[in-house]
């Protein structure tokens, strides 16, 4: 039997793993209640204790596996070959990153989860050499882990037909989350405005951040250019947008960096590892200086120059239909 755990998994880029998992074929699947607009998390974290009790006690059984798509590890190694996707880098202190504000979030707590029962994982799967690398320094053995080109991209990209206005120069798609940086860049937007230089951003949030009051404030005291908007269909989004503007200061895959280049959009980004992990982006900044981030913002809008991209590197990846074959 092979089986898919993937409660904890509902918004975001995990869901998108998670649709895509979804499609291989697995004998049970374990969905999140909220995917179901129910949003009971004490029974999330009990039917994980059951699943895992569950294996322990069940006889020993070579042909059943679970993957679990949250990236936690088992607290009791399991009679089942046990697969857990790693894809949330920030379980992990960065310089970067406020301690204080690291501590108190659930991120610590997968932490903590991770260093007591990681040996108890027999498979990790992640969907780039970053995610490797973490891995290796924080104890996992390399034999173990698996890199998966999850969206099966392409080098021979086809050139897409865009008749829709470009109405943004950058687009952004994040929720608020800390690390997602949007201070830095709301920043580096206010600076430009006293350049007299007005750049249209396109911030594409979830449902959920989508009334932020500071920001929306912040928005208003300045008059800033910026629009705050849900998108369903985000293909449409980055197609109405000139460039990638991505702040992030820490990722372990980064979505936008993937579908900027599937759309044929330019990247400035955070000169970090996880944004080298692909392809050179056009222009990097240094995440933690707005006015650094200004400046490259800055010199995309009034250089004429055309920026052309480079192909991905995947050395080293396995497809999905090869990951298929492991369970």
Not at 27 to 54: A, Q, S, T
Request: hydrophobic fraction near 40%.
């Amino acid at each position: 039997m092979k089986i898919l755990h993937s409660l904890g998994i509902h918004k975001d880029g995990g869901y998108r793993i998670y649709k895509k998992f979804q499609s291989l074929k697995y004998d049970k699947i374990y969905i999140d209640p909220r995917i179901k607009k129910n949003n009971y998390k004490i029974f999330i974290i009990l039917h994980r204790i059951y699943i895992d009790l569950h294996l322990f006690f069940k006889k020993k059984d070579d042909n059943t596996s679970i993957t679990y798509l949250s990236g936690t590890c088992p607290a009791i190694k399991p009679k089942a070959f046990s697969i857990v996707c790693f894809q949330n880098g920030n379980i992990f202190f960065k310089k970067n990153i406020n301690l204080f504000y690291w501590l108190l979030s659930f991120d610590f707590l997968r932490y903590i989860n991770f260093q007591l029962f990681k040996n108890n994982v027999d498979q990790w799967i992640v969907f780039t050499k970053v995610s490797r690398s973490l891995l290796i320094n924080n104890g996992v053995k390399d034999y173990k882990i698996k890199i998966v080109n999850i969206l099966n991209i392409k080098n021979n990209l086809i050139k897409k037909n865009n008749n829709i206005k470009k109405k943004f120069d950058f687009i952004y798609p994040a929720n608020f989350s800390h690390h997602k940086n949007h201070n830095n860049l709301i920043k580096a937007i206010i600076l430009l405005k006293k350049e007299k230089i007005y750049p249209s951003v396109l911030l594409t949030l979830n449902k959920q951040d989508l009334n932020n009051s500071k920001y929306l404030n912040i928005k208003k005291k300045y008059k800033l250019n910026i629009s705050f908007k849900y998108y369903k269909n985000i293909e449409k989004a980055y197609l109405s947008s000139k460039a990638l503007i991505y702040p992030s200061l820490n990722e372990t895959l980064g979505f936008p960096l993937i579908e900027a280049y599937n759309n044929d959009l330019p990247v400035i980004c955070s000169d970090l590892p996880y944004s080298h992990q692909f392809y050179k982006p056009n222009l990097v900044f240094n995440a933690d200086d707005p006015k650094d981030i200004a400046n490259k913002m800055k010199y995309f809008l009034l250089s004429k120059k055309i920026f052309s991209k480079s192909k991905f590197n995947f050395n080293e990846f396995i497809t999905i239909e090869q990951f298929q074959k492991l369970l």
